[in-house]
């Protein structure tokens, strides 16, 4: 499923879209899709709006539950009834598809408790400087004794000295 989606072209759905709900925006049927496709076509081009893209998903998405609450209120002739439902039909794949866009983008769903693929819960994260790790088990009190560094097992080795140049004066081969 994960494949179908990335394969799909999100400017090309938004684009089938917006057509479609053109074509039935002169007859009886839901309003909101045209201008929907329209705000997802402009947020779809720029590529440093994530949060209109964000904006743009989740109208999608909410607009399929007002899709069928309209058509089941609403009468249709059965062509634009068609065409509705098509148009119904088309909102499931783009809404994946741009769900995808915005992970691609780095975008992360923190309302909704989605970060990236991440769904196994909350991150365990600890104090920045080891006050929880290494012996110390917490802050240190103003009174208590500072104990100082330990020594170094082994003394440091002296570097050997330098050679003297053989020849002073001349040029040196590297």
């Known amino acids: 499923m994960a494949d179908f989606v990335q394969a799909l072209d999100p400017s090309k ?42 904006a743009f998903t989740f109208l999608l998405a909410g607009s399929m539950f007002y899709d069928i609450i309209w058509m089941v209120n609403n009468s249709q002739h059965w062509l634009i009834k068609v065409i509705t439902i098509l148009l119904l039909l ?9 769900v995808s866009a915005l992970q691609q983008r780095g975008a992360q769903f923190s ?12 991150t365990v994260w600890s104090m920045p400087g080891g006050f929880t790790s290494g012996g110390r088990e917490g802050y240190q ?23 003297a140049p053989s020849n002073p004066g001349a040029y040196q081969t590297v």
């Open 111 to 122: 309302g909704l408790g989605i970060r990236g693929n991440d769904l196994s819960g909350a």
């Open 13 to 54: 759905l938004v684009l089938v879209g917006a057509a479609l709900s053109f074509v039935t925006s002169a007859f009886s049927a839901p309003v909101y899709n045209l201008p929907i496709f329209l705000f997802g076509m402009y947020a779809q081009e720029a590529s440093e709006a994530i949060q209109s893209l964000k």
């Open 90 to 98: 088309l909102k499931i794949p783009t809404t994946f598809s741009f």
């Open 141 to 163: 009190n103003v009174d208590s004794p500072v104990d100082g560094p330990k020594p170094l097992s082994v003394p440091p080795t002296q570097p050997p000295p330098a050679p």
